[in-house]
């Protein structure tokens, strides 16, 4: 069965369909990169399930094609829920990891609250009029340095509850298997499967 995985970040491609084969479910993906003529969705939402809805419904509508997008980030408590929904553009528009966890690490020195965590909500359009939503969450706090070369994002300075190493030096296995972005396309592709939307 084919999916079109809403994604033209490779890593985050690369981590959904490492997930989808720890599943073992005879899944197809089909990548945005695989197509010439595919407009990029507008994400302009104020949540991360409006921008995953957004996604997985331009995606739908561009290639006919049952579609799985996901939209995440991270919220900091001691900066009110930022960089939420601008994650990837927090240090500017050319949405440079290196850049964003140094300006995170510099708003936050000193501060005595690092409680931080990983929104992950993923979208699945199975028909033009139906999408469903699933959200995962990983809890943790921000770290006072960078740490760790495994990852993307904001992995080398977020430890996750119950852990004393970032995401980055933890590594993919660790990650995949606690992630936010785990715990929501987990779901997304279970549902799919058991509820056997062949569409």
């Known amino acids: ?9 490779q890593n985050k491609a690369k981590e959904i369909t490492e997930i ?5 479910i005879g899944l197809n993906f089909l990548y945005l990169k695989d197509f010439s003529n595919i407009k990029e969705a507008i994400e302009d939402g104020s949540t991360f399930k409006e921008n ?6 331009s995606y739908y509508a561009q290639t006919g094609l049952i579609t799985l997008a996901e939209d995440s980030g991270l919220t900091v408590d001691a900066l009110n ?12 528009e050319d949405k440079d990891d290196y850049k964003n966890n140094i300006k995170l690490l510099h708003i936050l020195e000193g501060a005595d609250r690092r ?19 699933f959200e995962g969450v990983l809890e943790g706090d921000i770290t006072d ?5 495994f990852g993307f994002g ?3 300075v977020f430890i996750p509850a ?11 296995s660790v990650k995949n298997r606690i992630s936010h972005r785990n715990k929501a396309i987990r779901q997304a592709l279970e549902y799919f499967i058991n509820t056997n939307q062949h569409i």
């Open 20 to 24: 989808a084969k720890d599943l073992k």
């Open 1 to 9: 069965m084919d999916i079109l995985l809403a994604t033209f970040n």
């Open 154 to 156: 904001y992995d080398p």
């Open 81 to 92: 829920g930022a960089p939420g929904v601008y994650s990837s553009r927090f240090s500017g």
């Open 52 to 57: 995953a809805v957004k996604k997985a419904k």
């Open 162 to 172: 119950g852990f004393d190493k970032t995401l980055a030096e933890l590594g993919m």
């Open 145 to 149: 340095q960078m740490k760790g070369s």
């Open 115 to 133: 409680e931080a965590r990983f929104i992950c909500v993923a979208a699945l359009a199975l028909s033009k009029d139906r999408i469903e939503t």
